[in-house]
């Protein structure tokens, strides 16, 4: 099983933590973000990662190569980090990522079952989706009642949205093939240069590729993004 980590970002709203550091090396309870997601990753199976970085790319490096040697590591850099944002990070993954993955963003905490979840829906692709009241800042899904998705998006209205989407998704190869296919079309023919990588998933369900959510709202996982995120999250490992 292989898994797609998006490791290129300079979070930019967790300086002065992040000014010699990428955002994914903070410790949170004496281990560091990566370290965490890869260990739960690597405990349901994942025996090959593809990091795709940005900011500081020897940290990450390094920080992989002393705590996972054995692990098969593909590692991308994303030059163009500083002025783009995380739809280009996945496009470049494509030539790595022939088959089934896993796409999740680096910078979240979470505990291997709610990567079993994910693994056990029999539909592909699925998204990991958090029930919750949203606000303006949080991906938001819109789902039907049969548990597939109609919208996602931060624009959604709060009030339509059943939860939010923090940034699991699981493809089988048909599913992948379409997302880099929508990527390359958004990102080189339109110039989408700076856009978020679930404009290509609403594009896909707009035109009929479906999506099906599953619900992880029972498994404490937390998105960091800013200082108070992460204080948060410290306190969770205390």
Known sequence: MQAVLLAAGMATRLRPLTDLSPKCLLDVGGKSILQRAVENLVAVGVDEVVIVTGYRPGMIRAHMAERFPSLRVRWINNDRYAETNNAYSLMLAEPEAPGEFLLLDSDILFPAELIRSLL?????????????????????????????????AKTIDPRK??????????????????LFETLRRRIVDEKRENEYYEASFKEMVDHGFGFRTVDISSWPATEVDTIEDLERARSLFR
């Open 120 to 152: 056990a829906c029999p539909d592909r692709p699925c998204i990991a989706l958090h029930r919750h009241e949203c606000g303006e800042e949080e991906m938001k899904i819109v789902c039907g009642e049969s548990g597939w998705v109609t919208d996602v």
């Open 161 to 178: 949205a059943a939860g939010e989407s923090i940034g699991f998704e699981l493809f089988d190869r048909s599913s992948r093939d379409r």
